[in-house]
């Protein structure tokens, strides 16, 4: 199995060098060979964003390794929600994920159930946003609120940007004052006829 190694520590008086030679010698135990190790030196873990961590993921998604080697969770994750982020991702990834402290292998039948559960609480996470979003659409309609863009085929939008490029206004302006995009606008120009300015207003 090719590994990819990751250590971190948040000062600079801190040092990896035992995580280094902990991973190197699980490595070693169990004739897992490395293909790079990643670190982080004086990085806080509660940052979004920490250079070696972004190259793993990186690599990760272009599948150069089959496992990552942490020395314990909190190295990894910033977070809990970090952790079911990047565990669910792994997972699709086909990568297995090693905590050398907390024992946790999800190559083994324990770790395989860990997975089905950081699955299961991912799952859940987005079906719950899922069911906001619905609520807050439900709740606008409600209220009477317009939702999306205006359509495209709506008789009264054609006739005012025909008219407004008639009057000389340019694409761009016309798209500001209509809100609709500036290739709508050019398409709209291009394939209208002489008798599109006469379309009827749309009755209620």
């Not at 297995?96 to 996470?125: H, R, W």
Request: with cysteine; glycine share 4%; aromatic share 6%.
């Amino acid at each position: 199995m090719v590994v990819a190694i990751y250590c971190r520590v948040s000062t600079t008086e801190q040092s990896v060098e035992m995580q280094r030679l902990d991973l190197r010698r699980y490595c070693e135990q169990r004739g897992l060979e490395i293909f790079q190790e990643y670190t982080d030196e004086g990085v806080s873990g509660t940052k979004d964003r920490r250079p070696a961590l972004d190259r793993l993921m990186d690599d990760a998604r272009k599948r150069l390794f089959s496992a990552v080697l942490c020395w314990r969770f909190d190295r990894f994750a910033r977070s809990t929600r970090h952790l079911i982020t990047a565990l669910d991702e792994f997972r699709h990834l086909g990568i297995e994920f090693i905590s050398y402290q907390e024992n946790v292998d999800t190559s083994s039948p324990l770790g395989k159930a860990m997975f089905t559960i950081v699955a299961a609480i991912a799952e859940l996470e987005r079906n719950i946003i899922v069911e906001r979003i619905r609520g807050g659409i439900r709740r606008a309609r409600e209220q009477g609120k317009r939702l999306g863009r205006r359509p495209l085929a709506d008789p009264s939008l054609l006739r005012t940007v025909l008219q407004m490029k008639a009057q000389g206004k340019s694409i761009r302006a016309i798209a500001e004052a209509v809100k609709v995009s500036k290739s709508f606008v050019h398409k709209t120009c291009k394939n209208s006829v002489p008798q599109a300015l006469e379309i009827p207003a749309r009755q209620n």
